[in-house]
């Protein structure tokens, strides 16, 4: 979007602009055609909406006048009727009807919170809102029923329908988090989940289950997930309080515990999500973290350029630092007995402590004799293959190793 939020008509088959007009001074949300007439058309967005007439290459736009009858607010979807009235879906849950470009008159309390679209069909209207509901009305607007993702077995607290579409016995439903439900009109009670992922930002932690065919990710919205890699389906979900940057699976899979971009950490109970503690010894964010082979520790990388120690039979209880590294971790990995990990930081820095004495460890002989239980870092003679000639250190993010294989990816 340009500063002026200019609106533009294409003639989309031949790949042209045929008008364009300015827009508003402030953000527009939505733009719908009248299906009845190609040369009518209405925008809408903060605090305003606009009823636009094109004609030939000329597109001129009315400012609609909300009078006595509604609040001037945010309106945030727009959907013409069969007889060319438009409704739109507004910030606080209410519909508004617009003949002309005059609000003639308020649905109130359509939804309790905010509505993000509205769908016209042959049947009347569907309308998705932020309560976590779908709406679906007959043609004049009467409320006919009111679907509740949230109460659906697959839905959960907090869901947020953002986009909607009725057709026939089926409504699809899309979601703030990038989910797609399919609810039978019939069957309204079993919503059919068709797609599920992370919403906002990236995904930044992945950790594999160490006995199923089940793995977790987390990312900047905030949320842990847990999928069936067979079935291709989220089977829990978990809300945290700050954007996730790393996962770790204990060896027994009794636990997961998750780095937060806080420098705070917390542990999940594998059977249902549930928090088992929440710990913060860092200032900043936490991009890796591994449980000792034999469960018995769990090691905490950070931008604080630590690695901290953590007894797990002691409920997390904090052990030591092992310092040294000049900036950020990057990766670590622990030695088959669980008496060593190695580092890789930010300055292509490789470093080996005792564990869980903190100790650095610097002596040739002890560090040719350990064996290492993972390796997923990138510095090193063992991965010296991986490197093309010239390459920077950022061209390669990570590693896994097969010992057994004899490989690495």
Same mark, same amino acid.
């Given at each position: 979007?340009?500063?002026?939020?200019?609106?533009?008509?294409?003639?989309?088959?031949?790949?042209? =602009?045929? $008008?364009?007009?300015?827009?508003?001074?402030?953000?527009?949300?939505?733009?719908?055609?009248?299906?009845?007439?190609?040369?009518?058309?209405?925008?809408?967005?903060?605090?305003?909406?606009?009823?636009?007439?094109?004609?030939?290459?000329?597109?001129?736009?009315?400012?609609?006048?909300?009078?006595?009858?509604?609040?001037?607010?945010?309106?945030?979807?727009?959907?013409?009727?069969?007889?060319?009235?438009?409704?739109?879906? =507004?910030?606080?849950?209410?519909?508004?009807?617009?003949?002309?470009?005059?609000?003639?008159?308020?649905?109130?309390?359509?939804?309790?919170?905010?509505?993000?679209?509205?769908?016209?069909?042959?049947?009347?209207? $569907?309308?998705?809102?932020?309560?976590?509901?779908?709406?679906?009305?007959?043609?004049?607007?009467?409320?006919?029923?009111?679907?509740?993702?949230?109460?659906?077995?697959?839905?959960?607290?907090?869901?947020?329908?953002?986009?909607?579409?009725?057709?026939?016995?089926?409504?699809?439903?899309?979601?703030?988090?990038?989910?797609?439900?399919?609810?039978?009109?019939?069957?309204?009670?079993?919503?059919?989940?068709?797609?599920?992922?992370?919403?906002?930002?990236?995904?930044?932690?992945?950790?594999?289950?160490?006995?199923?065919?089940?793995?977790?990710?987390?990312?900047?919205?905030?949320?842990?997930?847990?999928?069936?890699?067979?079935?291709?389906?989220?089977?829990?979900?978990?809300?945290? $309080?700050? $954007?996730?940057?790393?996962?770790?699976?204990?060896?027994?899979?009794?636990?997961?515990?998750?780095?937060?971009?806080?420098?705070?950490?917390? =542990?999940?109970?594998?059977?249902?999500?549930?928090? =088992?503690?929440?710990?913060?010894?860092?200032?900043?964010?936490?991009?890796?973290?591994?449980?000792?082979?034999?469960?018995?520790?769990?090691?905490?990388?950070?931008?604080?350029?630590?690695?901290?120690?953590?007894?797990?039979?002691?409920?997390?209880?904090?052990?030591?630092?092992?310092?040294?590294?000049?900036?950020?971790?990057?990766?670590?990995?622990?030695?088959?007995?669980?008496?060593?990990?190695?580092?890789?930081?930010?300055?292509?820095?490789?470093?080996?402590?005792?564990?869980?004495?903190?100790?650095?460890?610097?002596?040739?002989?002890?560090?040719?004799?350990?064996?290492?239980?993972?390796?997923?870092?990138?510095?090193?003679?063992?991965?010296?293959?991986?490197?093309?000639?010239?390459?920077?250190?950022?061209?390669?993010?990570?590693?896994?190793?097969?010992?057994?294989?004899?490989?690495?990816?």
């Amino acid at each position: 979007m340009d500063d002026n939020n200019t609106v533009c008509v294409w003639d989309w088959q031949k790949g042209k =602009v045929i $008008a364009s007009a300015r827009g508003h001074s402030d953000r527009i949300f939505d733009v719908q055609f009248n299906p009845t007439s190609k040369s009518s058309l209405v925008t809408c967005g903060v605090k305003h909406i606009k009823f636009w007439t094109l004609c030939g290459n000329s597109l001129t736009g009315q400012k609609g006048i909300f009078g006595k009858k509604g609040e001037l607010q945010t309106i945030l979807c727009a959907a013409f009727s069969t007889d060319g009235s438009v409704y739109t879906g =507004v910030l606080n849950g209410e519909i508004y009807k617009w003949e002309g470009h005059t609000l003639q008159s308020v649905i109130k309390g359509a939804h309790q919170g905010s509505i993000y679209s509205i769908h016209s069909t042959a049947d009347g209207f $569907a309308t998705a809102s932020k309560d976590g509901s779908v709406g679906l009305w007959d043609p004049l607007f009467e409320l006919i029923t009111r679907l509740y993702l949230t109460k659906a077995p697959p839905g959960y607290k907090g869901l947020c329908v953002r986009s909607v579409c009725w057709g026939g016995e089926k409504i699809l439903a899309g979601t703030k988090d990038s989910e797609v439900f399919e609810i039978g009109v019939q069957n309204r009670e079993k919503p059919i989940v068709l797609v599920q992922g992370h919403a906002e930002g990236e995904l930044w932690a992945l950790a594999v289950h160490p006995k199923k065919s089940v793995f977790a990710t987390g990312s900047d919205d905030k949320t842990i997930r847990v999928w069936n890699l067979a079935d291709r389906i989220m089977v829990a979900c978990h809300l945290t $309080a700050h $954007a996730v940057r790393s996962l770790a699976y204990s060896p027994d899979a009794s636990q997961l515990s998750a780095g937060l971009q806080d420098g705070s950490f917390v =542990v999940l109970n594998t059977k249902d999500l549930s928090e =088992v503690v929440h710990i913060k010894n860092c200032k900043e964010v936490l991009h890796e973290m591994k449980y000792f082979p034999d469960g018995n520790y769990l090691a905490v990388g950070s931008n604080d350029n630590f690695v901290d120690i953590y007894s797990v039979s002691q409920g997390y209880k904090y052990l030591g630092r092992c310092s040294g590294s000049s900036s950020f971790i990057t990766h670590l990995d622990w030695s088959a007995d669980s008496t060593h990990i190695q580092t890789n930081s930010g300055a292509s820095e490789r470093l080996y402590y005792q564990v869980p004495t903190c100790k650095r460890v610097t002596g040739k002989e002890e560090i040719q004799g350990i064996h290492w239980a993972t390796w997923t870092g990138v510095l090193g003679t063992e991965v010296l293959g991986i490197w093309l000639k010239y390459s920077q250190l950022n061209d390669v993010n990570a590693t896994d190793t097969s010992f057994e294989h004899n490989t690495i990816a």
